[in-house]
């Protein structure tokens, strides 16, 4: 999978990252905006290839409060969620972590999302099901911090050859609620509890 990403060209991988953008914000609806009004959409800063989704408007006329995830302890594996914008250059750092790995991320100074406030979390990685499965990149940053919010809505985002048949799972691994992909998007059994109630009891 790792090979499949890398072999995305990047004009093809910009398309196909605008399509993705796309699906996000015309299946909005299926979120339940009562449910995101005035709480936060947690994204990621991605890797160079991966998906480059963009959850902001340019009229910053979001139905929802706009976060992303920060790194708190690279050797334990653990984030946190912080408002911030893209478009907002004042509020990142670029912060290199290891000699091959540097992220952008909001710095300290912005305002840490509570678990309460948090509606929904968007969460990239190398093979999704269409049940809810996810392969991570190993080191398990996104089960411990998905854990830390059990009813936010789970977003697994995706191009759609990533999309497998099936994938191993471990006992410590976090399932997803949805799968968006550049071509649309694939709902498991907990997203309609989601749609109903705000949360996934399940998980509480």
């Known amino acids: 999978m790792r090979a499949t990403l890398d072999s995305i060209d990047f004009f093809k991988l910009i398309h196909k990252s605008e399509a993705l953008s796309d699906q996000f914000f ?17 994204s990621f800063y991605p890797f160079s290839s991966e998906p480059q989704i963009n959850i902001e ?4 006329n979001e139905p929802y409060r706009v976060a992303y995830v920060r790194v708190q302890d690279w050797s334990l594996s653990t984030m946190t969620a912080s408002y911030a914008r893209r478009d907002q250059p004042g509020q990142w750092e670029e912060k290199q972590f290891t000699s091959k790995i540097k992220i952008f991320q909001p710095t300290e100074t912005q305002p840490e999302c509570k678990t309460e406030e948090v509606a929904a979390i968007l969460v990239p990685g190398l093979a999704f ?4 499965t996810r392969l991570g990149r190993g080191s398990g940053f996104y089960d411990r911090f998905l854990k830390k919010f059990p009813s936010a809505l789970r977003v ?18 976090e399932p997803l609620d949805i799968i968006l992909t ?9 997203f309609g509890q989601w749609q109903k109630q705000g949360k996934v009891l399940l998980r509480s």
Not at 29 to 42: D, T, W
Not at 129 to 132: D, L, N, P, Q
Not at 157 to 172: K, M
């Open 26 to 42: 015309n299946h909005l609806i299926l979120f339940n905006e009562s449910h995101l009004k005035n709480r936060a959409v947690v």
């Open 57 to 60: 408007k340019e009229a910053q």
């Open 129 to 132: 099901t269409r049940t809810g």
């Open 156 to 173: 697994g985002v995706a191009f759609h050859e990533q999309i497998c048949e099936s994938l191993p799972l471990d006992e410590w691994d």
């Open 182 to 190: 550049d071509q649309g998007i694939f709902e498991t059994k907990s």
